[in-house]
């Protein structure tokens, strides 16, 4: 079998993972921004099993993103425009190697110089490299590197699907659009499905064959008397959805112990050596 290898740039892949983390730790301090994303209608991004491109991917590249947008009207601007420096958004394409129009060039068609460049014109060409550049394949590859970090961190991905949460817990059947009813239960309830393989070897090997409470090895490598349990951390049953993200590895005992509740997920791991 061909190994699923991904080139990391690392193009400040730990600020923008640190970010994420911190939004999560408090995000009521962010309520107002963070309901463009966990918002009362946008349960309907959360219901679809267990799609490859997760649910933390999307979050990652809706804060990248913002991130983004906030920083054409800010210093970087004058600094870049005071001919400091290159854009954020052209040092990051340049990194992984994506071919785009810089600023100058979009400035020349538009019969402009940079000493004529105003934060407007930023914005504009911002906007243009989203809905004409390479600005949705860069996302992609940052949030891709981002999630790679921030999966093996349990902590953060309880915090994250505990907001998911609370949206799919407040639908009833009866306000629900037809095409989404086959997906829930019951009110407040989504089905459960297969998980799928792709899921359960990602899950295993992240969490290194052990129990992500007790510790136990549930590989069956080494000891075959232990059964793992595949385990949704925020349950279905009190809102949770059926997501990569949600997933962890639990022997028989825990599982079987943790039932419907929502418990801490352990932050213990095994060290590299």
């Known amino acids: 079998m061909r190994p699923n290898i991904s080139e990391i740039r690392y ?16 995000p ?23 799609p490859k491109v997760s649910r933390l ?16 009207k800010e210093a970087e ?51 243009d490299l989203m809905f004409y550049g390479p600005y949705e394949e860069l996302l992609e590859k940052m949030s891709e590197e981002i999630f790679f ?19 799919i817990q407040d639908k009833e059947l009866d306000e629900l659009n037809q095409e989404d009813l086959p997906y829930f239960r019951k009110n407040g309830v989504l089905k459960r499905v297969n998980i799928p393989k792709w899921v359960q070897r990602a899950v295993l090997h992240r969490d290194r064959g052990m129990c992500a409470s007790c510790n136990k090895d549930v590989s069956g490598q080494i000891s075959i008397g232990e059964i793992g349990n595949f385990d949704h951390i925020i349950p279905l049953a009190i809102g949770g959805i059926n997501d990569v993200t949600n997933i962890q590895l639990l022997c028989e005992n825990c599982n079987k112990t943790k039932q419907a509740k929502n418990i801490p997920t352990s932050i213990k791991y095994e060290k590299w050596y």
């Open 11 to 26: 193009f400040e892949t730990y600020y923008f993972a640190n970010i994420v983390n911190n939004i999560l730790n408090d």
């Open 77 to 127: 601007n004058e600094s870049f425009l005071n001919g400091k420096r290159k854009l954020w958004i052209e040092l990051a394409l340049e990194h992984y190697e994506l071919e785009y129009d810089s600023f100058q060039d979009w400035l020349k068609e538009k019969d402009k110089n940079i000493s004529q460049a105003i934060d407007d014109d930023i914005a504009d060409y911002f906007r």
């Open 57 to 72: 991917h999307d979050f990652i590249s809706f804060i990248i993103d913002s991130i983004n947008y906030d920083d054409t």
């Open 28 to 50: 009521f301090e962010y309520l107002r921004s963070l309901n463009d994303f966990f918002g009362d209608e946008n349960y309907v991004n959360f219901i679809e099993p267990f």
């Open 149 to 167: 970090i921030l999966f093996l961190n349990r902590q953060t991905l309880q915090r994250f699907n505990q907001l998911i949460s609370h949206q």
